[in-house]
């Protein structure tokens, strides 16, 4: 079993910055992919970014391309989620997840994680 707790999330204005963090614990985080997903009210949850155990993969959703940077520490069992540019749009409950699968196309598939955060309240302000 794998824990994980999200954190980092607030209030902030447009163009504001932000960083998630998800900090794993439980059995090994060892070999697992990392990804990040958002609900916002009346949406169905969406992929933001995931990173591979090795880190040689990243992947975005094409809104966040460019603004957003999903990295990992594995030595502290920590995955991030550093948001810039932050949009009204980014408003959303932030997610984690871990999976044993890997690859561009199935880490956009919540279905495939195994585990999941509670979530942690981003608000964007105009």
């Known amino acids: 079993q794998v824990q994980l707790v999200e954190s980092g999330g607030g209030l902030v204005q447009a163009g504001d910055s932000l960083r998630l963090s998800c900090a794993a614990s439980?059995?090994?985080?060892?070999?697992?992919?990392m990804g990040w997903f958002r609900q916002a009210p009346g949406k169905e949850r969406a992929f933001v970014a995931a990173?591979?155990?090795?880190?040689?993969?990243?992947y975005y959703e094409d809104s966040v391309k460019g603004r957003f940077t999903i990295s990992r520490d594995n030595a502290e069992n920590t995955v991030y989620l550093q948001m810039n540019s932050l949009k009204p749009e980014d408003t959303a409950a932030y997610y984690c997840?871990?999976?044993?699968?890997?690859?561009?196309?199935?880490?956009?598939?919540?279905?495939?994680?195994?585990?999941w955060g509670r979530g942690t309240q981003v608000t964007v302000s105009s």
């Open positions: 439980g059995r090994t985080f060892s070999g697992y992919a």
């Open positions: 997840a871990a999976t044993q699968y890997g690859g561009s196309f199935l880490l956009r598939k919540q279905d495939l994680y195994s585990y």
């Open positions: 990173i591979t155990w090795s880190e040689n993969g990243k």
